[in-house]
């Protein structure tokens, strides 16, 4: 038997103009989990685009179980028992569990040639059970969690027998209960023989799962160690090639007026009782468990979502938001967790997704002065520091972390008070997430109130004034800077009582 069931050997992947990968290395053994981290464009998802055989490599070589091999097709890859599980669940939503599991590859009568359904649901109902779900394969694929559809996606490629098994970021939707059933899932793969590469930012999922990790940066192989021979700051240095002393370089930023007040806020069946207030330079940590009704409460400030109880007050005035244009022209701005389906409109460049919210300041009788908006663009790209060939580029060929930055060169075009953002560092490597909070810093320091919603302690307690803990739709607690830990933040997220209002 072969010591290595994968092996690429100095793979290379040129697009115009751009070296995807070069020389690149990496060994899977037989029942191994492989961590491969790095940063985006460091160049995972053109490797896992040559291991499925979506591209084929310009040089190099690809063993599998000790024999060389060529993927003209992602349909070798498959044959060969490769299979891969995106972030982004790629699935039919109006079919069902069962039909999703055995698209294109159904079980077919060798005689009359008609679908065995019955064989099939059977089959499908194996697995699921197999991987602890309790949903059943007739469900409806678009009913299902992010969580649960990336069940039927392993159970997908467990159906077609896949020996090495590819996960991509697959904890970065879910939440801390789904990413602890996802690793026992894992690991029960793992222990029935599957070998799994297992694609990610955070470092709590290698720690908890991997034995080996393999990183990449700036599309070439840096290094492969034992992960209880690596520190996080040697992991760090390997990702993006120097020391990130201060990961949250936070500034004093001069605490000003009262921007923002919320008294009493309730939306019926989300959140209750929600009072705190918000000043000039400061920036507000919103955190709790997933669910909290964090983000329910950042959708009604900003008008997308209503309220049934409260007042909001802007500026000493009270305000009943209605809309979110009005919460713009208002002088609030709003980050949303998912920036490919709320923040940006991906087949546009990047310039046009910068000047969007502000478009009307560069028409002149129904026609756009786009030398001007490009002016705008290129000026805000710069100062958040996107790493783009030009504003003209389209925002869908960026890395998350300058996508996330586009974004925020977004708020920076209107007339704004007050940024809500809502996981602001989502899905991005560390290099690009220091990026962001020294964006963020800066723009305390330029007197804007940051409202920040995260489910990362290290960046609540690295970059809060203030924070409010919520637990079930509620505020049970409100930490002052001094005050801000993981333990005060976990008791009041945990087994919190709701906070007087008078502390808010």
Known sequence: MAEYVLELKGITKTFPGVKALDNVYFKLRPGEIHALMGENGAGKSTFIKVITGVHAPD??????????????????????????????????????????????HEKVSKLTKRILWNDMHAEAER?????????????QMGALSVAEQQIVEIAKALSMDAKIIIMDEPTAALSRNESEELYRIAERLRDRGASI?????????????????????????IGTWRVDEISNPDLIVAMVGREITQLFPKKEAKIGEELLRVEGLGRTGYFADV?????????????GLV???????????FGVTGYDKGKI???????????????????IGYLPEDRQKQGLVLQWSIGRNITLPSLEKYA???????????????????????????????????????????????????????????EPTKGVDVGAKSAIYEIISELACSGYGIIMV???????????????????????????????????????????????????
Not at 130 to 135: I, K, P, Q, Y
Not at 275 to 287: A, D, N, P
Not at 291 to 301: D, H, I
Not at 483 to 498: H, K, N, R
Request: proline fraction near 3%.
């Open 364 to 422: 002149r009788r129904g026609l756009l002065r786009t030398a001007s908006e490009a002016q705008t663009a290129k000026h805000l790209a710069e100062k958040v520091s996107v790493k783009a060939g030009s504003i003209f580029d389209l925002v869908s060929s960026l890395s998350g972390g300058n996508q996330q930055k586009v974004v925020f060169a977004k708020l920076l075009t209107a007339d704004l008070d007050v940024l809500i953002l809502d």
């Open 275 to 287: 009072s705190f207030s918000l000043r000039r330079g400061e920036i507000l940590g919103l955190t």
């Open 313 to 331: 007050y802007f500026k000493g005035r009270e305000w009943k938001v209605k809309s979110p244009l009005e919460a713009m022209k208002r002088g």
């Open 127 to 139: 697995l699921l059970r197999e991987l602890g779900a309790t949903f059943s394969p007739k469900t």
């Open 197 to 221: 590469i297992f694609i990610s930012h955070r470092f709590e999922d290698m720690y908890r799962l991997a034995s080996m990790v393999t990183v990449f940066r700036d599309s070439k192989y």
């Open 59 to 104: 040089e190099g070589e690809i063993y599998l179980n000790g024999e060389k091999v060529e993927f003209k097709s992602p349909n070798d890859a498959k044959k060969a028992g490769i299979a891969a599980i995106y972030q982004h669940v790629t699935c039919y939503p109006d079919l069902s569990v069962t039909e999703n599991i055995f698209m294109g």
């Open 454 to 504: 995260s489910s990362e302690m290290p960046e609540i307690i690295g970059m809060c004034d203030r924070v409010a803990v919520m637990r079930e739709g509620r505020i049970t607690a409100m930490l002052d800077r001094k005050d801000i830990t993981q333990e005060a933040i976990l008791q009041a997220s945990m087994a919190g009582e709701p906070a007087p209002a008078e502390i808010r």
């Open 291 to 301: 669910g909290a009704g964090r983000t329910e409460v950042c959708q009604a400030l």
